[in-house]
């Protein structure tokens, strides 16, 4: 059979055979009428869930000006104020608005750059990573993404690119080399490469090296930022400050947008011409990330997710319990959790479909839960309870054959 049932996209992606119409909350609906809970999000996108009178009344009031896009030769009052409230958020001092998470990605690296060219290092122009690391698919960021099966079909990606072990000293200190690294880029929880939790204090580690070395830290909390992790940016309790923060997935509300936070020092390097974007920041996206950062970045709406985040990490670990030899490990913070399997997830995930649980993967043998931040704590009961079906289902599979 073809891949997607005959499907004319362009087959990069595996698909399910029904297709989705219609959504509320956190339910999706197929064509037939068959309803899902989503522990998707859309990858950790739609923080509102569906149909979400905040992002309906954004649009509207966005259709109501009739002007859905500028370009950046004209300012608009609704990019000003979502730039205004995420430098005050976040202790950054200036935006930059793109349309992607990888986007959001090569542009600190340009910016890194721009700023490392600025101090007389004429070899301080390399990006370091760590392992496991995703931060998008275009040649700069996935030079940057520690995934040799994305990277070999298209080599040559930029180069200056390298990858460190984050938990190795040595390594690092050799790595962070001050005449040869602009930036230090690192996701707070690793998203794609299997929901991995930096404790607190090796993000200050990492800001005590670049910090004393002169490199950019860059944090890429395009997935783990904007309240997932029941704090405003996964790094919060750290009190670390870097150099350049990069958002992008649930900040549009469904609508494609990333975003670079700055240090007045970084942007300070930057002069008109440097960088741009056509669509990026437009007043349609702008408006509908606005309303969807004053919901989230409520410091009740905060404590909702750490609480709802307690009864699907509960959920989980009793499935840990309950499965020890087919469940390694149970790791996330907030409603960003990962489940390691022993072996590959697939027919977990399908089994949990066919029972009206969407599920997504994080590398081969992660089951990752990133449900929209309103979830309630009795689709939590249920998602977990389908998932224990599911895994005993496949369970019985793998004994008979
Ligand atoms: C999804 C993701 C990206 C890439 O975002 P796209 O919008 O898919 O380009 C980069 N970094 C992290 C951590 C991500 O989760």
């Known amino acids: 059979m073809a891949l997607n049932g005959g499907s004319p996209l362009l087959g990069v992606y595996r698909q399910p055979d029904f297709r989705i119409v219609a ?4 339910e999706l609906t197929d064509e037939e009428g068959r309803r899902y809970l989503d522990f998707t999000a859309g990858i950790a996108v739609n923080a509102l869930g569906y149909a979400s009178p905040v992002i309906r009344r954004a649009v509207e009031e966005a ?9 950046n030769l004209f ?26 998470g990888a986007e ?21 122009r390399g990006f370091l990573a760590v392992q496991g690391a995703f931060h998008g698919r275009l040649f700069g960021s996935l ?8 990277q070999e079909p298209f080599l040559p990606l930029m180069p200056g690119a390298t990858h460190v072990d984050p938990w190795d000293d040595a390594a690092l200190d050799r790595a962070l080399d001050p005449d040869r690294v602009a930036a230090f880029v690192v996701e707070p929880i690793q998203g794609e490469g299997g929901i991995h939790p930096f404790p607190t204090e090796r993000l200050r580690h990492f ?30 309790p750290s009190g670390v400050r870097p150099d350049l923060l990069i958002l992008a997935k649930p900040i549009g509300g469904g609508f494609p947008m990333g975003v670079v936070l700055l240090s007045e020092e970084m942007a300070a390097t930057l002069r008109p011409g440097d960088h741009g974007t056509t669509f990026g920041g437009g007043p349609l996206v702008t408006r509908v990330a606005l309303a969807v950062f004053e919901t989230l970045a409520d410091p009740a709406f905060l404590t909702g997710v750490r609480e709802r985040g307690r009864v699907l990490e509960d959920g989980l670990r009793s499935l840990h319990s309950r499965f020890p030899e087919r469940i390694r490990e149970v790791r996330g913070r907030g409603l960003m959790w ?13 089994a949990a479909r066919e029972r009206g649980l969407l599920l997504v993967g994080a590398g081969a043998n992660v089951i990752r839960f990133v449900p929209p931040l309103i979830i309630t704590p009795d689709e939590i009961r249920r998602g977990v309870e389908i998932l224990g079906e599911a895994i005993a289902a496949t369970a019985a599979v793998g004994a008979a054959s």
């Open 63 to 71: 259709l109501d000006t009739g002007v859905i896009h500028t370009s």
């Open 23 to 26: 959504g509320e909350g956190c």
């Open 207 to 236: 800001r005590a090296l670049t910090a004393e070395r002169g490199i950019a830290l860059v944090l890429d909390e395009i997935q783990c930022g904007l309240g997932r992790t029941g704090e405003l940016f996964a790094h919060t």
């Open 338 to 350: 990962g489940v390691e399997f022993t072996d590959a997830v697939g027919p977990v995930v399908e």
């Open 75 to 100: 300012r608009t009052p609704t990019g000003e104020a979502l730039a205004r409230r995420l430098v005050e958020a976040s202790g950054l001092d200036r935006a930059f608005f793109c349309n992607s």
């Open 143 to 150: 030079a940057l993404t520690d995934r040799p099966a994305y």
């Open 104 to 124: 959001a990605t090569e542009g600190a690296l340009k910016f890194a750059r721009r700023w490392a060219g600025t101090l007389g290092k004429p070899e301080k």
